[in-house]
């Protein structure tokens, strides 16, 4: 069984420019959620993909947007980028069965905005 | 608004000491509950999930107990070993299957 990936594992931006980070979900898992994790604190909720549509949405701006594909896998796009968007990135698949919130995480992407 | 909290956000122990973290959640529709293990530079990690019909689960070396009164869960780790320092998060999913919502995390360090 294949666990869940991502990429690249750091990534240093300059403020205003755009980033797009990649999700690998865990074999046979369909739904994909991303996490933003600033650090000292826990993951924040940024949205999900179900069968390549958007399943639910935190609260982040317009400039956080996502895509799944057919294989399930998964981009998060940043646009306009600010200081304030350097964190942990995590990206984390699940199954989606009624009743089943079990999500698994990837080891995450760091972005550093500068 | 809604959120989970954590009373303690570190823990130093003895290596073989038991551990207890606990969290406090206000999300009332909260009807899932799961702790993960943060390690330094790697993604969070599932160790034990407990729903609200329980009020106490057990996997290996881990106990969760959950209660719905106080709203409050917490994590026993036995025999606490040096490969158990991390930052132990609990979560909670309110009512809905596409969101946890995170408190700040406890840091459990295991001195040898």
């Known amino acids: 069984e294949t666990g869940v990936t991502q990429s690249p594992t750091h990534l240093i931006k300059t403020r205003g420019q755009q980033v797009t980070l990649r999700c690998s979900s865990q074999?046979?898992?369909?739904?994909v959620s991303w996490y933003q994790q600033a650090l000292g604190q826990g993951p924040q909720f940024i949205f999900q993909?179900?069968?390549?549509?958007?399943?639910g949405r935190g609260n982040f701006p317009p400039r956080f947007s996502g895509l799944q594909f057919p294989n399930y896998s998964s981009e998060l796009n940043v646009n306009a980028l600010e200081l304030d968007d350097s964190a942990l990135y995590l990206c984390?698949?699940?199954?989606?069965?009624?009743?089943?919130?079990?999500?698994?995480f990837g080891p995450g992407t760091r972005l550093t905005v500068t | 608004g809604e959120n989970v909290g954590l009373h303690l956000p570190t823990l130093s122990v003895q290596e073989g000491d038991n551990s207890i973290i606990n969290c406090a959640y206000s999300?009332?529709?909260?009807?899932?509950f799961i702790w993960y293990k943060q390690e330094s530079g790697k993604g969070p990690q599932f160790i034990i999930d407990?729903?609200?019909?329980?009020d106490k689960r057990q996997g290996q070396r881990v106990t969760v107990l959950l209660n719905k009164t106080v709203k409050h869960l917490s994590l026993q780790i036995a025999a606490t070993q040096p490969g158990d320092s991390a930052v132990y998060f609990c979560?909670?999913?309110?009512?809905?299957?596409?969101?946890?919502?995170f408190g700040k995390g406890t840091l459990l360090t295991v001195n040898p």
């Open positions: 993909y179900y069968r390549e549509e958007e399943n």
């Open positions: 074999s046979g898992h369909n739904t």
């Open positions: 407990i729903r609200s019909n329980m």
């Open positions: 999300n009332s529709a909260s009807d899932y």
């Open positions: 984390a698949s699940s199954l989606n069965l009624a009743g089943s919130y079990e999500q698994y």
């Open positions: 979560s909670e999913s309110g009512g809905s299957n596409y969101k946890l919502t």
